[in-house]
């Protein structure tokens, strides 16, 4: 079955500081992959993708994930946390056959402290 | 230009009552989904159109789900008879050509609660 997982449920870094919010995907096929962003109060934002190409991807707010096929995981990161970066961040798998079926795994919540 | 919008932003409906859910996609998307999102869960899917055409509706979760876009912009999704267990946030996403590649836009969401 397709499926994602983020085994975190919650991050805590503190500012500064270099993060990773973990992501695995079990799909069969040749997966699209994202990361989104949900602020309190606020709609789900999205981050960046992979499609294909460079395994390391740039993205909005200064994040990049890594694309691993091998170990089937799409890790976001950001080299230093703000405070502002305290939120919940949902990794999302979909497929080149089918436009409608997007994935999202069931989040994480990042807290960073000052 | 304006982003998803939907409404109302909140609403509380008895059990038994029927609700109806508007979302207002980006002008010009091609593609519209909706959501359901438990507390402390990711969104689920529900349905997905591509104009007015109703693509994909495997998962709406019972047959008093029902979604509609008549002309192709405005979506309502609708609910007859809710039950408790149908209380969650109701998101609506638009892309812009209804590929698998296009990032999706978000509105914020409906709340639902039903007692």
Redesign the interface.
């Known amino acids: 079955a397709q499926s994602v997982a983020q085994p975190e449920d919650q991050v805590n870094v503190a500012e500064g500081n270099p993060l990773t919010v973990k992501c695995t995907y079990s799909v069969s096929g040749n997966p699209?992959l994202?990361w989104?962003v949900q602020y309190p109060?606020?709609?789900?934002?999205?981050l960046l993708?992979y499609?294909t190409g460079d395994n390391l991807v740039k993205g909005s707010y200064g994040f990049e994930a890594e694309f691993n096929k091998s170990q089937t995981s799409f890790h976001l990161k950001k080299p230093s946390a703000l405070v502002s970066d305290s939120a919940l961040y949902?990794c999302?798998v979909?497929?080149?056959?089918?436009?409608?079926?997007?994935?999202?795994?069931?989040?994480t919540r990042l807290s960073i402290r000052p | 230009g304006a982003?998803?919008s939907q409404s109302p932003r909140y609403k509380v409906a008895k059990r038994g009552q029927d609700v109806a859910l508007r979302c207002d996609p980006i002008s010009g998307h091609v593609?519209l989904?909706w959501?359901q999102q438990a507390l402390?869960?990711?969104?689920?899917?529900l349905t997905?159109f591509?104009n007015e055409a109703q693509?994909?509706k495997s998962g709406l979760p019972s047959d008093r789900f029902f979604a509609e876009r008549p002309e192709g912009s405005v979506s309502t999704l609708k609910i007859q008879r809710t039950q408790q267990e149908d209380s969650a946030v109701y998101?609506c996403?638009s892309s812009s050509q209804?590929?698998?590649?296009?990032?999706?836009?978000?509105?914020?969401?409906t709340r639902l609660t039903v007692t």
């Open positions: 699209y994202f989104y109060n606020r709609g789900l934002q999205f993708k499609i949902f999302a979909s497929f080149y056959s089918s436009a409608s079926k997007i994935i999202f795994g069931s989040g | 982003g998803v593609s989904f959501y402390g869960q990711g969104p689920e899917f997905y591509q693509l994909d998101l996403a209804g590929l698998a590649v296009d990032e999706q836009y978000f509105g914020p969401g």
